[in-house]
C-alpha cells in the first residue's frame, strides 16, 4: 500500500484555497503464474488407465497405484518456490469435491513424481506430507465411481507456494476449501492442472 497527496483548489467565499489531501493507493496484488501440469499416462480431459483406479465390485483388479505426473514453472516463480502441494478431487457434481489426495511439503526442485510415488511413502521424497483424504486414508485413492453413473471428471492441482514447510494435522480431514484456506491464497505463488476421466462399468437401473 502506496500513500501519496492530492493537491486540490476548492473555491470558499470567493477566495481560492489550497489544500494537500493524503490519499492512498492500493498496490496490484501479484499474479499467480501458470504451472503446466501432464502425466504420461494420459493426455487432458482423455480416459485415466484403471491401473490407477481404486478396486471396486466391478473392477477388482484395479492396482491403486498412484498416477506419474510432471510439471513446469517459470524461472521467474521458481525462483519464489519453497514447496509443492497436489491435490486430486473428484469434479462431478454428485462427488461433491471428494477429495482423493492431499500431498504437501514437495522440495521446491522437484518437477515430476514417479507412478506409484503417492501411494508408497518409501518412493517419496523426504519430509513429504499427505493429509487424510475423503475415504479417511493418509494415501493417494484413484477413482472409484458409482457404477454405472458415466465419467467422473479428476482434476489434479499442482500448487507452488513460498511456504517452507507446512504441519498439516495428523488427525484432521481436509476438504478442498478447508485446504486452500489453510493454505492462504497469497501463499500460492504459481498452480495449475490436468484433468482425466474415469467411468465404472454399470448397468443403470431405472430409477435411479
Not at 492512498?24 to 499474479?31: D, F, H, L, V
Not at 482423455?46 to 492396482?63: E, G, Q, R
Not at 465419467?151 to 500448487?159: G, P
Request: charged share 20%; net charge positive.
Amino acid at each position: 500500500m502506496k500513500k501519496t497527496a492530492l493537491l486540490l483548489s476548492l473555491a470558499i467565499f470567493g477566495t481560492t484555497v489550497l489544500c494537500l489531501i493524503p490519499a492512498i493507493s492500493y498496490a496490484k496484488a501479484t499474479p499467480v503464474a501458470k504451472i503446466t501440469v501432464t502425466s504420461p499416462a494420459f493426455k487432458s480431459l482423455k480416459d485415466i488407465p484403471a491401473k490407477y483406479a481404486k478396486p471396486s465390485d466391478k473392477l477388482p483388479y484395479n492396482s491403486n497405484i498412484s498416477i506419474p505426473l510432471n510439471w513446469k514453472v517459470n524461472k521467474a516463480a521458481a525462483k519464489k518456490i519453497n514447496t509443492f502441494a497436489i491435490t486430486i478431487v473428484d469434479r462431478n457434481v454428485q462427488a461433491n469435491k471428494w477429495v482423493h489426495l492431499i500431498a504437501t511439503n514437495i522440495p521446491a526442485d522437484a518437477r515430476k513424481l514417479d507412478e506409484g510415488a503417492l501411494s508408497n511413502k518409501s518412493l517419496l521424497p523426504e519430509g513429504v506430507k499427505i493429509a487424510k483424504n475423503s475415504f479417511g486414508n493418509f494415501s493417494y485413492d484413484g477413482p472409484m465411481p458409482p457404477a454405472g453413473k458415466g465419467n467422473h471428471i479428476y482434476e489434479i492441482m499442482v500448487y507452488g507456494l513460498d511456504w517452507n514447510s507446512l504441519a498439516i494435522g495428523d488427525d484432521l480431514e481436509y476438504s478442498e476449501k478447508d485446504f486452500i484456506e489453510f493454505l492462504g491464497k497469497e501463499h500460492i505463488v504459481a498452480k495449475g492442472k490436468l484433468r482425466g476421466k474415469f467411468r465404472t462399468p454399470g448397468i443403470v437401473l431405472s430409477g435411479e
